[in-house]
Nanobody, 116 residues
Framework: QVQLVESGGGLVQPGGSLRLSCAAS????????MAWYRQGPGKQREPVASITLGTGTNYADSVKGRFTITRDAGKDTVNLQMNSLKPEDTAVYYCNTVSYGAINAWGQGTQVTVSS
């Protein structure tokens, strides 16, 4: 199994930046996708960005050009750098990994609030 711990959420003004991090532990050698999802108030959980082993990155249209997902080689950590934040980015952000065998793991979530 994989365990995930997120950090880095908080309150930021519109136009500001935040960096989320997610540390994976356990059977990390089986992970081939690391991703971030978010769930805004009254909304369904949606994908934000992902990084796939050997393939690259994908982003939701709403965050392209503003968010960057990276994976620290050898540290089993995935980061989400969020710039030019907007009030509509307010959500609980969840880290997700997919391991071989289509096994999903989820973090506990971290709150991001964009407000003046």
């Amino acid at each position: 199994q994989v365990q995930l711990v997120e950090s880095g959420g908080g309150l930021v003004q519109p136009g500001g930046s935040l960096r989320l991090s997610c540390a994976a532990s356990g059977r990390t050698s089986q992970i081939y996708v690391m991703a971030w999802y978010r769930q805004g108030p009254g909304k369904q959980r949606e994908p934000v960005a992902s990084i796939t082993l050997g393939t690259g990155t994908n982003y939701a249209d709403s965050v392209k050009g503003r968010f960057t997902i990276t994976r620290d080689a050898g540290k089993d950590t995935v980061n989400l750098q969020m710039n030019s934040l907007k009030p509509e980015d307010t959500a609980v952000y969840y880290c997700n990994t997919v391991s071989y065998g289509a096994i999903n793991a989820w973090g506990q979530g971290t709150q991001v609030t964009v407000s003046s």
